[in-house]
Nanobody, 125 residues
């Protein structure tokens, strides 16, 4: 089983950047599809980005396309979410997840097997 720990969240002004990291433990990481999701107060968990095992296949939500990117370093068992041009509506708790069933980038949160504890991102306008 893969265990996940997110880091890198914080308070940033609108227009700024943050890079989130998700460190994974477990042998399955390098062969697993990973994803980033976010959840704002009173809202459902929302897909942000996902990446296949090799890193060559990615999918990004329309709401963040052109501003966010996902990448991974299998040697470090880590997946990243680079967030640029942040907006107030990006404020949420960001979660990293792993799915052992999907073969490509996966936007459906119900397909994920494990989640990290989340990291808060707050964008001030």
């Amino acid at each position: 089983q893969v265990q996940l720990v997110e880091s890198g969240g914080g308070l940033v002004q609108a227009g700024g950047s943050l890079r989130l990291s998700c460190a994974a433990s477990g042998r399955a990481f390098s062969s697993s599809v990973m994803g980033w999701f976010r959840q704002a107060p009173g809202k459902e968990r929302e897909f942000v980005a996902s990446i296949n095992w090799s890193g060559r296949g990615t999918q990004v939500a329309r709401s963040v396309a052109g501003r966010f990117s996902i990448s991974r370093d299998n040697a470090k068992n880590t997946v990243y979410l680079q967030m640029n041009s942040l907006k107030s509506e990006d404020t949420a708790v960001y979660y990293c997840g792993v799915t052992l069933l999907s073969r490509g980038p996966e936007p459906d949160p119900s397909k994920y097997d494990s989640w990290g504890q989340g990291t808060q991102v707050t964008v001030s306008s």
